[in-house]
């Protein structure tokens, strides 16, 4: 590491810690009020996109409300030791541990690149082969995309849960952006349904939101919208379930 990279790297440390002091000074009674444990209401599955904000984006600044997961593509699953597909740990906790009902949101959001790249991974498949004939579980993904093994093993997850079947059904349709954020919409919908088919919590209810982030929903950059009620998609259904609260926004591109 040469001086600058050195210099750097501490001036980055430097204002973590002056944000950590500003943090400290400002939570430090309101964290002794937690220290015992957590019983929180909500756990997030989210896209761990720098731009996506998990308790900024409700404005939640009460500690201890939200268990969060970040990560890309806001896939539910993960690998276990024996290469099965599992809901994630950090999704059973709270659900597992609390006391109280609770609610699990999985958050998409516009313009995902885990998504993206789903999407451009069979497109190029496509251009060499009978995507509907191929084993994708048998494909070498990095042959046709160059990324990673961690961002493949992340791409097969959203494959697994049913994007390749969405692809399928979308493609041609509109513009590729279009395409990639109807299939945001729809991978959220297969997380739903894993958390459904796969889970036997008590007292857990399931949303799917988006997050817009460039307003193709067409409001505000930012806003969220509910697109999946406990499995429902249908945006009628939607909308009637939200018709009593007027905060909601209800609404579905796909």
Not at 8 to 27: I, P, Q, T, W
Not at 51 to 78: D, P, S, Y
Request: aromatic letters at 6%.
């Amino acid at each position: 590491m040469n001086k600058k990279e050195t210099f750097d790297l501490l001036d980055f440390l430097n204002e973590v810690f002056k944000g950590n002091h500003d943090y400290a000074e400002e939570m430090h009674a309101k964290l002794k009020k937690h220290v015992e444990g957590q019983d929180p209401v909500t756990t997030t599955i989210s896209c761990c996109d720098s731009r996506v904000k998990q308790e900024a984006m409700w404005k939640n600044e009460e500690i201890g409300a939200e268990f969060t997961r970040g990560t890309i593509g806001n896939t539910v699953l993960e690998y276990n030791h024996r290469g099965e597909t599992t809901i994630s740990g950090d999704i059973d906790y709270i659900p597992k541990h609390s006391e109280t009902p609770t609610v699990a949101a999985v958050i998409g959001h516009t313009g995902c690149g885990a998504v993206t790249a789903t999407y451009e991974t069979l497109e190029a498949i496509q251009k060499h082969k009978d995507l509907q004939k191929t084993d994708i579980n048998h494909t070498d993904l990095q042959k046709y995309n160059g990324e990673t093994k961690g961002i493949n093993t992340k791409i097969r997850l959203l494959l697994e849960s049913g994007l390749k079947q969405d692809y399928n059904q979308i493609k041609g349709k509109s513009n590729k952006q279009e395409e990639i954020d109807k299939l945001v919409e729809r991978n959220v919908d297969n997380q739903i349904k894993e958390l459904i088919n796969r889970t036997h919590y008590t007292d857990t209810e399931f949303i799917g939101l988006v997050f817009d982030l460039d307003g193709i929903y067409g409001g505000k950059e930012g806003q969220l919208y509910l697109t999946n009620y406990c499995g429902e998609k249908q945006l009628q259904k939607l909308k009637q379930e939200a018709a009593n609260h007027k905060a909601i926004k209800a609404k579905r591109i796909s």
